[in-house]
Every structure is written in C-alpha cells, then in structure tokens.
T-cell receptor, first 114, second 114 residues
C-alpha cells in the first residue's frame, strides 16, 4: 500500500541553524500538508500546498518557515533559523484530489533544537 | 473562538468491551469533522470524515456520529482489541474566505487491557 515517507526520522540541530525536513507524498496525490506536534500537546496545522503554491497557512507558519516541491516527488519544509520552541514532531500528509479527502500522514520527523 | 474539546482525556477498558469518545466543537463555519487514531510516536491515521449532512459513518469496528445542531460528535469502538490502545483525535475543519482551517482536539488516550 502506498505511504507517505519522511526523512530524517530524527534531526538534532543548534539554535539558529537552518533545517530542511523532507517528505515524499503518495505519488498520485495533489495536496500536501505540514503539521507539527510539540511533545505532549495537540497536533497543529502549519500549511497546505497545491499546484505549486501555498493554499492555506496558519498563524504559526511565519517568515521563518517555507515549503517547496523541488521536483516531482519531494515536498520540503524549511525552517530558516531554528528556535528552541521549534522542537517538535513534524508530520507531512497528502491527499488525493482535494483538502476534503482523506489525508495520509507520514511517520514524522522529530526535530530537536539545542 | 474556534475550539475542539474532547472527553474523556483518558480511558481504560478491558479487551472486548465497547467505548464511546466525545468531541464538542465551536468551529464555524463548519466544513467537516474527522476522527484519527494516533499510536504513540506515529502519524495520525484517518478513521472517518463526515460532512454537515452526514449523521453517522462506520469504518469496521469504529462508528462516528455527528450532530451538527448541537456541534457534537462521538466515536464508538465496538469489541475493543489491544491494538486499539492509542490516542483518538477529533479534527474539525472550517472553510472561510476560500481557505480551510484545521482545528485539532487534544485527543482521548485509550488503553485496552487484556
């Protein structure tokens, strides 16, 4: 069964450094999402992406964040200058035809900012 | 303010028993309501999606109900199994000005004991 994959599974970085989290959505899916979950807290929506542009973004998704689909398969989340409070699990998800379809989540990347 | 409240926070049941989890929301304008299962350290897995006009939807042993008038939903698990031990998350989508917002509940942590 097709699945969303994410790399790396765990990323440790120093405060102020740039990180890029990578996701490979399910191949025929058109909508892509990033979410984050701070340890012990609820999942929060960051951004959705369709047709090579951002569809929606939350208040969390400020200028420190950017997303890109650099080729036909990868979908990336870049954090320009990481802060301690960026430490969280970051989930990528994709859906087939619209944002009301079932979203399939990847296993997540645990980001630790020291 | 858009909010999703889930109860109980945690629940322990014996294998084979049924249980019902609750979700109350104040999200407006309502688009759809989703239930997810999230195993510890993993990405959420979609169980059901319901729109305004749907009162009930089943997925195997999981049955979700929606009362859009009272803004309440429930997730009923029948004949629980040890593998049902997980967090169950209610997510309500609002659609306004051409964009979606995804509001997550804090989840109910279910533990099924042998």
């Amino acid at each position: 069964e097709p699945e969303v994959t994410q790399t790396p599974s765990h990323q440790v970085t120093q405060m102020g450094q740039e990180v890029i989290l990578r996701c490979v959505p399910i191949s025929n899916h058109l909508y892509f999402y990033w979410y984050r979950q701070i340890l012990g807290q609820k999942v929060e929506f960051l951004v959705s992406f369709y047709n090579n542009e951002i569809s929606e973004k939350s208040e969390i998704f400020d200028d420190q964040f950017s997303v890109e689909r650099p080729d036909g398969s990868n979908f990336t989340l870049k954090i320009r200058s990481t802060k301690l409070e960026d430490s969280a699990m970051y989930f990528c998800a994709s859906s087939e035809r619209s944002s009301t379809d079932t979203q399939y989540f990847g296993p997540g990347t645990r980001l630790t900012v020291l | 303010k858009n909010q999703v409240e889930q109860s109980p926070q945690s629940l322990i049941i014996l294998e084979g028993k049924n249980c019902t989890l609750q979700c109350n929301y104040t999200v407006s304008p309502f688009s759809n309501l989703r239930w997810y299962k999230q195993d510890t350290g993993r990405g959420p897995v979609s169980l059901t999606i319901m729109t305004f006009s749907e009162n009930t939807k089943s997925n195997g042993r999981y049955t979700a109900t929606l009362d859009a008038d009272t803004k309440q939903s429930s997730l009923h698990i029948t004949a629980s199994q040890l593998s049902d031990s997980a967090s169950y998350i209610c997510v309500v989508s609002a659609y306004t000005s051409g964009t979606y917002k995804y509001i997550f509940g804090t989840g109910t942590r279910l533990k099924v004991l042998a």
